[in-house]
């Protein structure tokens, strides 16, 4: 079993700052990326940021550029999200997600979701 645990969500005022903080447990192989996304009443889940583990490569929403950054550490099989400038509109229940590889075959690679963090941003 793997299980993504999510930390660091909460309420904060407009142009405030908040990191998130996830950890990956459990059995598997390797992890091949771990991401954010969020989801706000009413709204589809959409994706925050990605990050890949061979080249560290990263991918961000339009809506967050220059604001947010992902990063991980790949040790502790750890994933943050630091988030600055926050918005309104960026009030939303926030999603780990990890692409988990449980053999040597990257076919055995699955999809797991954390249970979500809040994060409200308002004066």
């Known amino acids: 079993q793997v299980q993504l645990v999510e930390s660091g969500g909460g309420l904060v005022q407009p142009g405030g700052s908040l990191k998130l903080s996830c950890a990956a447990s459990?059995?598997?192989?390797?992890?091949?990326?771990m991401g954010w996304y969020r989801q706000a009443p009413g709204k589809q889940r959409e994706l925050v940021a990605t990050?890949?583990?061979?080249?560290?490569?990263?991918n961000y929403a339009d809506s967050v550029k220059a604001r947010f950054t992902i990063s991980r550490d790949k040790a502790k099989n750890m994933v943050y999200l630091q988030m600055v400038s926050l918005k309104p509109e960026d009030t939303a229940l926030y999603y780990c997600?990890?692409?988990?590889?449980?053999?040597?075959?990257?076919?055995?690679?699955?999809?797991?979701w954390g249970q979500g963090t809040q994060v409200t941003v308002s004066s």
């Open positions: 997600n990890g692409q988990v590889q449980h053999t040597t075959h990257y076919l055995s690679t699955r999809d797991y």
């Open positions: 990050v890949t583990t061979d080249d560290d490569s990263t």
């Open positions: 459990g059995s598997f192989f390797s992890i091949r990326a």
